[in-house]
């Protein structure tokens, strides 16, 4: 059997993953943000921005981390639960309030056929299928933010032992 981990090395890989996690959530958001203002959809780039924050806020916290503040530790909590807030609002809303019309400009004729077809109207076909799709994003956000505020909340005591233990991060 190997050894248990030193409280260092687990603190040197959960600055990995904050900081991979950070990034990617800032990049893909942030990407997300600027082809929706592009496209002059302001309600995608606002919600682009809000969850790019979030990754902000992650790498906010794993720099206290780093500069060996505990505080760290609250920041990226904080930033996996405000994420889950913002995208279970942002499906909500999507349930609420499905944006049917804009998804009918875009489809092709045949796709109106084959709907028509199974016995279906084009607005209950994109109905079913906008639900599904927000419900999925929120079962996966649910699974994965939930996931890694776990992640986070586990480590506390490793994370304040090794800041304890070694300041040369």
Same mark, same amino acid.
């Given at each position: 059997?190997?050894?248990?981990?030193?409280?260092? #090395?687990?603190? &040197?890989?959960?600055? &990995?993953?904050?900081?991979?996690? $950070?990034?990617?959530?800032?990049?893909?958001?942030?990407?997300?943000?600027?082809?929706?203002?592009?496209?002059?959809?302001?309600?995608? @780039?606002?919600?682009?921005?809000?969850?790019? *924050? !979030?990754?902000?806020?992650?790498?906010? $916290?794993?720099?206290?981390?780093?500069?060996?503040? +505990?505080?760290?530790?609250?920041?990226?909590?904080?930033?996996?639960?405000?994420? +889950?807030?913002?995208?279970?609002?942002?499906? @909500?809303?999507?349930?609420? &309030?499905?944006?049917?019309?804009?998804?009918?400009?875009?489809?092709?004729? #045949?796709? *109106?056929?084959?709907?028509?077809?199974?016995? +279906?109207?084009?607005?209950?076909?994109?109905?079913?299928?906008? &639900? +599904?799709?927000?419900? $999925?994003? @929120?079962?996966?956000?649910?699974?994965?933010? $939930?996931?890694?505020?776990?992640?986070?909340?586990?480590?506390?005591?490793?994370? !304040?032992?090794?800041?304890?233990?070694?300041?040369?991060?």
């Amino acid at each position: 059997m190997k050894p248990p981990l030193l409280p260092s #090395e687990r603190l &040197r890989r959960l600055l &990995r993953v904050a900081k991979l996690d $950070g990034m990617s959530i800032l990049g893909v958001a942030g990407a997300f943000a600027l082809i929706s203002a592009a496209a002059r959809d302001v309600t995608g @780039a606002v919600i682009g921005l809000l969850v790019a *924050a !979030a990754g902000a806020i992650e790498l906010h $916290g794993a720099t206290l981390l780093r500069a060996a503040n +505990m505080k760290g530790m609250r920041w990226l909590v904080s930033s996996q639960l405000y994420l +889950m807030a913002v995208m279970m609002t942002y499906c @909500a809303y999507g349930l609420v &309030r499905p944006d049917i019309a804009s998804w009918k400009q875009h489809l092709p004729e #045949e796709f *109106a056929d084959q709907v028509q077809q199974a016995g +279906m109207t084009v607005d209950e076909a994109l109905l079913g299928f906008l &639900r +599904m799709v927000y419900i $999925g994003v @929120a079962l996966v956000t649910l699974l994965y933010q $939930g996931g890694m505020t776990i992640y986070y909340l586990r480590r506390r005591a490793v994370v !304040a032992a090794a800041l304890l233990e070694d300041d040369s991060l």
